[in-house]
């Protein structure tokens, strides 16, 4: 791929190690074995560039808006020259646009319009940008010049098909995963969830989030207590996930996430926008058919009714949703678990995808 006589070295700067950004750059390590890259923290890039270090080094940025707030709030300043050694990632829509509710991609108040400018104004700048989703491609591909699109990967001999019982059409297991902020429009979440257990089964709700800053962990908290009524939804209900009850914030490792998805009959993600919704597509490759809104990359995953199932990103919407997807019998769930898993294998796996990062490291280092 390159033409160096030994590594050319890349620094992966990162809000913080351990998160899903270092664990990206654990895939694209493992898969393009002739760079080496060194991570650190936003922080310690900042220390090391201001003592003038770093100067003359390749810096990737996990994602633009590391350098760009570095910048912003003062404590660096680059110059245009500097650029020609950045690569960075756009990863989200957040102070860019677009997506379902593009009001809730910038700050209160802060015009949308003016806020995209900014956005492409500075990845203009950038050597080499990479996006992760082709909804976001598409969006800023008119734009910028040296734009790929690069989705990530999936580890499919970590997420791999178990069922842990068989599928019941009468007790659905529902189950979501990841930061309660404004993107993840996790109000409908709960509210959906509040919706399901007036039909009278079981009581548990739990969410699942990553931990970035304290370590290469997962929380678990819940959102609902126990009730004398039992919804038909079972959320996120397992032997192993049973267990998290007994604590509101117990950390999991991300190699026992696949116990989570085992324990749930379908994911569902109702996000307004996403660069890649990472824990539908580690659903999916564990045979978990996903109901989500068409953000990220799920457009290009979800073919409605044959793996998945599109939503709006309300409530009535996708109590709708399960009213149909409760009248599935057995072989209709597991036809609709092995689609769901084929498409993984046939177009999500690290193998495949890593082949779009190599192009965008090639010009990178290209004179």
């Not at 319009?113 to 700048?125: G, H, M, P, Q, Y």
């Not at 304290?214 to 192993?240: E, H």
């Not at 009213?323 to 597991?334: G, P, Q, S, T, V």
Request: charged content about 25%; glycine content about 8%; some cysteine.
């Amino acid at each position: 791929m390159l033409h160096h006589r030994s590594k050319p070295v890349v620094y992966f700067v990162a809000d913080a190690l351990g998160w899903v950004q270092a664990r990206r750059l654990e895939y694209i390590q493992q898969y393009i074995g002739d760079i080496k890259f060194i991570p650190i923290s936003a922080a310690r890039f900042a220390i090391l560039w201001n003592q003038g270090k770093l100067r003359d080094a390749y810096v990737y940025f996990a994602t633009w808006r590391i350098p760009s707030g570095l910048s912003q709030s003062g404590q660096i300043k680059f110059d245009e020259g500097d650029y020609s050694r950045f690569m960075t990632s756009v990863t989200s829509h957040y102070n860019v646009g677009g997506g379902l509710n593009p009001a809730a991609t910038v700050a209160s108040g802060r015009d949308l319009k003016e806020t995209f400018d900014t956005a492409v104004n500075c990845l203009r700048k950038f050597k080499v940008v990479t996006a992760n989703s082709r909804i976001l491609f598409d969006l800023l591909s008119p734009h910028i010049k040296n734009l790929f699109y690069a989705p990530n990967g999936l580890d499919t001999d970590l997420f791999l098909p178990k069922r842990d019982r068989e599928y019941s059409p009468g007790k659905i297991r529902v189950g979501w995963v990841g930061k309660q902020k404004a993107a993840k429009n996790y109000s409908v979440v709960e509210e959906a969830f509040k919706a399901f257990s007036s039909q009278g089964v079981e009581p548990k709700e739990l969410s699942v989030g990553r931990q970035g800053n304290k370590g290469n962990g997962i929380y678990s908290r819940i959102v609902g207590k126990v009730k004398s009524k039992i919804p038909p939804f079972l959320i996120a209900n397992s032997t192993y996930v049973d267990k998290m009850l007994n604590s509101f914030q117990r950390p999991v490792r991300y190699e026992d996430m696949p116990q989570f998805y085992h324990g749930i009959d379908y994911y569902l993600c109702v996000s307004w926008h996403e660069g890649t919704p990472n824990p539908a597509l580690e659903a999916a490759a564990c045979g978990v058919p996903v109901v989500t809104t068409k953000v990220g990359n799920m457009p290009d995953l979800i073919k409605h009714g044959e793996n998945g199932f599109f939503v709006e990103p309300n409530v009535a919407s996708v109590t709708k949703a399960f009213d149909e997807i409760r009248k599935l019998n057995a072989a209709d769930y597991k036809r609709l678990s092995q689609n769901i898993r084929k498409s993984i294998m046939d177009d999500w796996t690290w193998g495949k995808n890593i082949l779009n990062y190599k192009k965008a490291f090639d010009l990178f280092f290209k004179e």
